[in-house]
């Protein structure tokens, strides 16, 4: 008896609608990184079929969804690192970002049987990949006379602080970046998530929301259902222990959290084995019966503990929801001090994964 993730297929395809109405000049690519940040590679992929592109970050992701046989454009985010990932690009037809000089050496000294759609990245701010905009001029110039590149080379940066809307860097970005996208005339990507929602200025010709595709916001102290987003994920467990303990009994690991009165306390299968956050202290939700009960003590391996003293009728068997439907994933991380991104991420392997609204 353990945790299941129930990935809605319906809501996903609902958020990608949302991402199109939000950026409705604009084409998409859904980001798929990370085994779909946790819903699964090819279910989403495939659950994905009106996206009009795909992106990863890496080539072996690109190649497992071509080896699976999806045939949208794939966009590998980090582009390649080997000659192998060269050919590869080439071989299955990637798109690649290109973001270091070492990946133009590649290009210098290998060739490749067809010519590949390239993505030059120019680092606005960020500070993590891409070229610095001083020398942008001369990665332009080069790929656009080599030939393993496809005519129609384009442009693309990315956003550090898109989620603050009084942060005064996204700004500062988008006029770094059209600064350098006015003197080329081409295809032009800005907008993650954060940019679909909050900064109509980086819906360009294309966007690639990632997060708001699974139904959380990337905006601070927002939630996927303030931006008529729905849970893709819902990770939900049972009660497989009640115990009734006298004032002053401790509870779990450490005794870090001791009963003030006598009451009962519930155990339930799931723990930081399952991906649940071990840091997410006492007082955070989980949704028992359509209400909230609070978590007490300290989060085990395989369980958890929840006070039971506003749920009278709470039986073991009972289902409780640790996120998703009716409990944002948002709030959950917040309490354990991350973000959404990493509990999609971190679930494990051995929780159940099952789809419904296919
Ligand atoms: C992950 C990623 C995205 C998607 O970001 P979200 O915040 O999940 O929308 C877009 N572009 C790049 C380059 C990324 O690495």
Not at 275 to 285: E, W
Request: net charge negative.
């Amino acid at each position: 008896m353990g945790p299941s993730a129930v990935i809605d297929l319906s809501a996903l395809r609902h958020n990608l609608q949302r991402a199109t109405e939000l950026a409705p000049e604009s084409r998409l690519y859904a980001v798929i990184k990370a085994n779909a940040y946790g819903h699964g590679l090819l279910r989403v992929a495939r659950a994905l079929e009106a996206a009009d592109a795909l992106a990863v970050a890496r080539v072996e992701e690109a190649v497992e969804l071509r080896k699976a046989g999806i045939d949208q454009p794939i966009l590998v985010l980090e582009g390649f690192f080997t000659s192998d990932e060269l050919k590869a690009a080439s071989h299955f037809q990637l798109e690649v970002a290109i973001q270091q000089p070492e990946q133009l050496e590649l290009l210098s000294t290998h060739t490749v049987s067809e010519p590949i759609t390239c993505w030059l990245k120019v680092d606005t701010g960020m500070h993590r990949l891409g070229f610095q905009p001083d020398a942008v001029d001369s990665a332009w110039a080069f790929l656009n006379s080599h030939p393993s590149v496809s005519k129609g080379v384009r442009v693309m940066t990315h956003l550090s602080s898109g989620d603050d809307l009084s942060d005064p860097a996204t700004q500062a970005q988008l006029s770094s970046f059209q600064r350098s996208s006015d003197r080329f005339n081409t295809g032009t990507s800005i907008a993650n998530s954060a940019g679909i929602i909050g900064w109509p200025g980086s819906r360009t010709d294309w966007v690639r929301p990632g997060i708001m595709l699974y139904g959380a916001s990337p905006m601070s102290g927002r939630t996927g259902l303030d931006e008529g987003l729905r849970p893709v994920m819902t990770l939900k467990s049972r009660i497989i222990a009640i115990n009734t303990f006298s004032k002053g009994s401790p509870i779990g690991y450490s005794g870090s959290w001791v009963c003030p009165e006598t009451m009962r306390v519930a155990v339930v299968a799931a723990g930081y084995g399952d991906g649940y956050p071990r840091h997410a202290p006492s007082d955070t939700p989980v949704l028992l019966n359509q209400k909230r009960v609070p978590l007490i003590g300290r989060v085990s391996m395989d369980m958890l503990n929840l006070d039971l003293r506003s749920q009278p009728d709470a039986q073991v068997g009972d289902e409780v929801i640790l996120w998703g439907e009716g409990l944002p994933a948002e709030e959950i991380a917040g309490r354990a001090g991350t973000i959404a991104y990493e509990l999609f991420c971190g679930v494990t392997q051995r929780v159940v994964f099952e789809e419904i609204g296919a």
